[in-house]
Nanobody, 112 residues
Framework: QVQLVESGGGLVQPGGSLRLSCATS????????MGWYRQAPGKERELVAR???????NYADSVKGRFTISRDNAKKTMYLQMNSLKPEDTAVYYC??????WGQGTQVTVSS
């Protein structure tokens, strides 16, 4: 099992930045794939970015060039750096491990 705890959400103006963190209960080298998902009101949960144990990352087209996913093995933490935020990025963001384990989510609101 893996426990996941997200943090770093909040309210930000369009064009601003936030960094989300996902602290894990296991060493990251034991987790093959981790990812960030988001769910906006009235919409289905969607993949934002995914990163493998080896560091390979892929992104949803809507966030390419603006978001960066990374993982710090020593800190057992995964990050999502979000730049040039848009109102359409507003959602609850969830951390995921092995396509099985989920965090509780953190709210990101982009609004002026």
């Amino acid at each position: 099992q893996v426990q996941l705890v997200e943090s770093g959400g909040g309210l930000v103006q369009p064009g601003g930045s936030l960094r989300l963190s996902c602290a894990t209960s296991r060493m990251l080298f034991s987790i093959n794939v981790m990812g960030w998902y988001r769910q906006a009101p009235g919409k289905e949960r969607e993949l934002v970015a995914r990163i493998t144990r080896g560091g390979s990352a892929n992104y949803a087209d809507s966030v390419k060039g603006r978001f960066t996913i990374s993982r710090d093995n020593a800190k057992k933490t995964m990050y999502l750096q979000m730049n040039s935020l848009k109102p359409e990025d507003t959602a609850v963001y969830y951390c995921n491990a092995e396509s099985t384990y989920w965090g509780q989510g953190t709210q990101v609101t982009v609004s002026s």
